[in-house]
């Protein structure tokens, strides 16, 4: 049974920088599409950014040039590097996973296209 689990949220000001990780478990297929979303109350799921098995990525375009999405794949773990946070990326933060056949968009990940969910982590950046 694939299991994912963040860790690494927190509280920040403003211009400062996290690292959320996402360790991974469960999965026997080495063809996947991993990626981080995000919801802030209210507003509905977001895709931030994505990484297939060969190590392509994409990103929606508010965290471009902010925002690193990398993976360990010694340790299982799929990794977001966030820097110059703002007020505006408070939200959950939460990763997901879709192994074998997947779509990528070069726009960012669509939350329709995941089938694997971890719980999240709440990153809050105060002003």
């Known amino acids: 049974q694939v299991r994912l689990v963040e860790s690494g949220g927190g509280s920040v000001q403003a211009g400062g920088s996290l690292r959320l990780s996402c360790s991974a478990s469960?999965?026997?297929?080495?063809?996947?599409?991993m990626a981080w979303f995000r919801q802030a109350p209210g507003k509905e799921r977001e895709g931030v950014a994505q990484?297939?098995?060969?190590?392509?990525?994409s990103y929606v375009d508010s965290v471009k040039g902010r925002f690193t999405i990398s993976q360990d794949n010694a340790k299982d773990t799929l990794y977001l590097i966030m820097n110059s946070l703002s007020p505006e990326d408070t939200a959950m933060y939460y990763c997901?996973?879709?192994?074998?056949?997947?779509?990528?968009?070069?726009?960012?990940?669509?939350?329709?296209?995941?089938?694997?969910w971890g719980q999240g982590t709440q990153v809050t950046v105060s002003s």
């Open positions: 469960g999965y026997t297929d080495n063809n996947y599409l």
């Open positions: 990484i297939d098995s060969d190590g392509s990525t």
């Open positions: 997901a996973a879709e192994f074998g056949d997947y779509v990528f968009r070069a726009s960012g990940p669509q939350p329709g296209n995941f089938d694997y």
